[in-house]
């Protein structure tokens, strides 16, 4: 049983709709992470959130709109998207303290925007 | 900027055998962790193993264990004794180390498709 929860798994959504992602993690980190996985792309860093705030944003579409209420919490808001951000959408964590920082993934959520 | 290189996208290993996979990376930093992670099918992303960069001992996890190489800036993984459940993507991932400045992500190589051949 993984520490770090996904929902849903799978979502198809229209290009106008607006939609959620939901991560929780029970491993009492303190970071927090989106990663997307797409079939000709290594994975790609997209947002990370350190004790609640946003400390990287790499240069991702204003489409994608992250969210992070407390440590345990990470969402990633979806609207007006594209075909071509179909894709895995995994979320990850991480206690940073020194040597204690190794990430961890959850399931992933499968986007397919049509 | 980091990069890590997987230069083998497939690789095919009898059951019960031996397999290396190949890892290189490039940096400035001298201080840093290097992991590899495995894919399975369902996709979640599971540590295999983490190399901390000050240590000089290579990092094993029972059947699995690296070969690091510092100055050649390469991380090879060794999977002993390959089991049918091996068979997934792998990816070799780099992470500087903690900088207080907040949390650097992963980055990661292509992934190389290990095939276990019963």
């Known amino acids: 049983e993984t520490g770090v929860t996904q929902t849903p798994r799978h979502l198809v959504m229209g290009m106008t709709n607006k939609k959620s992602l939901k991560c929780e993690q029970h491993l009492g980190h303190n970071a927090m992470y989106w990663y997307k996985q797409s079939a000709k792309k290594p994975l790609e860093l997209m947002f990370v959130?350190?004790?609640?705030?946003?400390?990287e944003n790499n240069s991702v579409p204003s489409r994608f709109s992250p969210e992070c209420p407390n440590s345990s919490h990470l969402f990633l808001h979806l609207h007006t998207l594209q075909p071509e951000d179909s894709a895995l959408y995994l979320c990850?964590?991480?206690?940073?303290?020194?040597?204690?920082?190794?990430?961890?993934f959850g399931e992933g959520s499968w986007l397919t925007v049509v | 900027a980091q990069t890590v290189t997987q230069s083998q996208p497939e690789m095919s290993v009898q059951e019960a055998e031996t397999v290396t996979l190949s890892c290189t990376y490039d940096t400035s930093e001298s201080d840093y962790y290097l992991f590899w992670y495995k894919q399975p099918p369902s996709r979640q992303m599971i540590l295999v193993i983490r190399q901390e960069a000050y240590k000089q001992q290579n990092a094993t996890e029972n059947r699995f264990s690296v070969n690091f190489q510092k100055a050649a800036k390469s991380f090879s993984l060794k999977i002993s004794d390959s089991q049918l459940g091996d068979a997934a993507m792998y990816f070799c991932a780099y992470r500087p180390a903690y900088s207080g400045g907040g949390a650097d992500g992963l980055t990661f190589g292509k992934g190389t498709h290990l095939i276990i051949q019963p």
């Open positions: 959130y350190s004790l609640e705030e946003r400390v």
């Open positions: 990850a964590s991480s206690q940073e303290d020194r040597g204690r920082n190794t990430i961890y």
